[in-house]
């Protein structure tokens, strides 16, 4: 039934990497069940067979998907099935979608969808880097265009030591999470959180990981030279496309070097918009209007651009390969807020904002790995109007999730522990104008924002974008991309970190790869940039506050006995919630009994200390404590000190000399001081109130006789 089952299976860091096709999905043009320890996933590939008419761009689509199933777990929440894609999911898409991309021949337009799907999920073994060599090894041998096979790999950092593909235990203690993907002949994404590593560490991992995924690829093509399909025809540009370019470029190409010489991003696209336009209605006039006609005057203007950079070392705006364009940082802009930042380089801006919150304010999270809750949350957004734009305003898209998650990787290494500081912390990175790496800006502004706040960060944490053109006859690296280089250069390199080391590296290359030697050079220019933007951010703020804002919460942390929890919860939940009532505090209990208050006033926090432990402390003989008479009787008192503890007054301990009635020295709801004397045999609680002075609750023990008498009375 299955005759045209293979199977191709390696050792692969330690553990057996088994790759699958012909059993599963065979009506997709490729799927391949790719097994990694017990992680599994099932990944197809499906091209339409024409393109679209007048489709002017490549549509990939790149869907990953995780079946809480594949943990032996339910989803939470109403509906109980998986839902829209969350946040991870979305990041391993992109994951997966920035190395492929490339690799399509560049006049393809026929619309390919991939899919990953998560069937099992050993809980050591992370599917992402599985699910991206499963997705190569179905295009392979799909037919369709694709000049793969890639691989990818993880790479940690542990004891001074790469390792490959750590497990989840393996991961906490590494100082690097990075993940690479590329070709035989090169790299083509790196995505990493780093905890302060220097250059050449980084370096080393990259090409650590690219020589450690070169079996996976031999393995691909092992599998593809027994079952893939027949490899679709490649369109080679026609006759009439040759010339139409030709003629594009006699129309277009001293307009558009004049419109790329003016400096000023508006006035450049404005001039770029009227050449185009002319050169349309002139090839509308001459019956060569085509539906690729916009997509060759992109080319050509691609081409003025790259070439001029190679030839002058001017770019676009005039700067040098290596100049950062002018920076302002400020701090504290918004009144109202805890912490906030405007940070302006060039014509890319970022308002970011600092929020303080408790425990309650934490991120909970279902994921097929568990539940599990997020303290540090970052959200970047970017609204039409930052580029001078009309367009849809709703939920975040995947660039936006992206770009959060990199400036979440850059700061997240560098800030305090919960047991240091116990505070959940909110960033909104709001996107004001943007013509260059708005991410980066975002990285800047929440290091700004943070220390504004009064986190303390372990040091300010900066980045920059850096840019790539590479022709055969040589290359630039360019510091501070404007979006335009972006656009029409071949190479997106982000990195951020402090002036002690790298926190965060994001690559993606757009052509089939580059070389140890670029990425060097990138690396050190990269350095020199972020050392530079690190000095103009220390002009408005060096390091964060002294204090928290007055804005946020307070928050102390106590801690009592495992014991003593439900003493302070009460049955459900009545104590803490009347706690919350009276005092106006926030209170988070844990496991390990300890308790964080949340005020407003550090009167507020110390009355609801006071009555924690009231209900936690025991009560010590000597002591002088301040109670209220909650009942009378015949023998005496019962007083209501430390929360909920009562004790007895005997009559004979009221007050110096006879006491005749209880209700002739106290009555109900008198507030009287009263020394712990002891415990009697059946655990109660004996206090007095005759040892005590009640105007200054001084212990007079030494002053008062055996039955209540002074001793200078008793001398008379």
């Known amino acids: 039934m299955f005759d045209k089952y293979f199977r191709k299976e390696l050792d692969w860091g330690g553990r057996t990497l088994i790759l699958e096709t012909g059993k599963v999905a065979r009506q997709a043009d490729g799927a391949v069940m790719a097994r990694y320890g017990d992680t599994v996933v099932l990944a197809t590939a499906v091209g339409a067979k024409s393109a679209k008419p007048g489709q002017d761009f490549f549509p990939l689509t790149v869907n990953y998907q995780e079946k809480f199933f594949a943990a032996g777990r339910i989803p939470g929440g109403f509906f109980k099935r998986e839902g829209r894609p969350t946040e991870k999911e979305t990041l391993v898409s992109r994951l ?27 809980l050591e073994n992370d599917p992402d880097v599985l699910a991206m060599v499963a997705a190569s090894a179905a295009l392979t041998l799909s037919g369709i265009p694709f000049f793969g096979p890639i691989g990818g790999a993880r790479v940690g950092h542990i004891d001074g030591a790469y390792v490959l593909n750590p497990t989840t235990a393996q991961r906490e203690k590494s100082a690097l999470d990075l993940v690479v993907a590329g070709t035989q002949e090169g790299v083509l994404m790196v995505e990493s959180e780093a905890h302060e590593l220097s250059e050449e560490i980084m370096l080393g991992a990259v090409t650590f990981g690219h020589a450690a995924f070169q079996p996976v690829i031999d393995a691909i093509i092992a599998l593809a030279e027994h079952a893939a399909k027949d490899p679709w025809a490649l369109v080679e540009p026609s006759e009439q496309e040759k010339s139409l370019a030709t ?4 129309l277009a190409r001293e307009g558009i070097r004049s419109a790329y010489d003016e400096r000023e991003k508006a006035s450049r696209h404005e001039k770029l918009s009227a050449v185009k336009n002319a050169t349309m209605a002139a090839l509308t006039e001459e019956g060569l209007a085509t539906d690729k006609a916009k997509g060759l005057f992109k080319e050509l203007e691609a081409d003025i651009v790259r070439n001029a950079i190679l030839d002058h070392g001017t770019r676009i705006d005039g700067r040098d390969t290596k100049t950062v364009r002018p920076i302002l940082a400020e701090v504290g802009i918004l009144p109202r807020t805890h912490g906030s930042a405007l940070f302006t380089r060039g014509e890319t801006q970022a308002i970011v904002v600092a929020t303080l919150g408790t425990a309650q304010d934490e991120q909970l999270i279902d994921a097929i790995e568990g539940e599990f809750r997020e303290h540090f949350m970052l959200h970047y957004n970017f609204p039409p109007f930052s580029v001078g734009e009309t367009g849809r305003m709703g939920s975040p898209g995947r660039r936006e999730i992206g770009h959060g998650k990199l400036a979440w990787r850059a700061v997240h290494p560098l800030l305090p522990g919960k047991d240091k500081f116990p505070y959940t912390m909110r960033v909104v990175s709001e ?67 402090t002036e002690t ?12 790869s580059i070389t140890p030697e670029i990425m060097k050079i990138a690396l050190d220019q990269a350095r020199d940039g972020r050392l530079h933007i690190l000095g103009e951010m220390a002009k408005a703020l060096q390091g964060a506050r002294a204090d928290v804002s007055s804005n946020a919460p307070r928050i102390t942390v106590i801690s009592v006995p495992k014991d003593k929890i439900r003493d302070v919860i009460g049955t459900g939940g009545k104590v803490i919630r009347e706690i919350v009532e009276q005092t106006g505090c926030k209170i988070d209990i844990e496991d390990d009994g300890t308790i964080k208050i949340a005020a407003t006033s550090d009167e507020q926090a110390q009355k609801a200390i006071d009555k924690i432990r009231g209900l936690t402390s025991e009560a010590e003989v000597g002591a002088i404590y301040t109670g209220k008479v909650v009942k009378i009787a015949d023998f005496g008192a019962f007083v209501n000190f430390m929360g909920a503890k009562d004790g007895l007054v005997h009559i004979s301990e009221l007050a110096q000399g006879r006491v005749a009635r209880t209700g002739d020295v106290v009555k109900v709801g008198d507030v009287v001081k009263v020394k712990m004397i002891g415990v009697d045999d059946r655990g109660k609680v004996k206090l007095s109130m005759r040892v005590v002075d009640q105007a200054t609750g001084a212990d007079i023990s030494e002053q008062v006789g055996a039955k209540g008498a002074r001793r200078d009375d008793a001398a008379e």
């Open 96 to 122: 997966i979608d920035r190395p492929i991309r490339p690799l399509f021949p560049a006049n393809f337009r026929n619309e390919v969808q991939v899919v990953v799907t998560v069937l099992s999920h050993d």
């Open 247 to 250: 003629r594009i470029d006699a």
């Open 431 to 497: 996107i004001t104008e943007s013509n260059g790496s708005s991410s980066m800006a975002t990285v800047c502004g929440t290091s700004l924002a943070l220390m504004d706040a009064g986190v303390p960060l372990t040091r300010p944490v900066a980045g920059i974008a850096m840019g790539l053109i590479k022709e055969d006859r040589g290359f630039a690296v360019l510091s501070d991309i404007l979006g335009d280089e972006d656009h029409l250069g071949d190479m997106d390199f982000k990195v951020a970190g």
């Open 501 to 512: 080391g790298v926190t965060a590296l994001q690559m993606d290359i757009k052509i089939t």
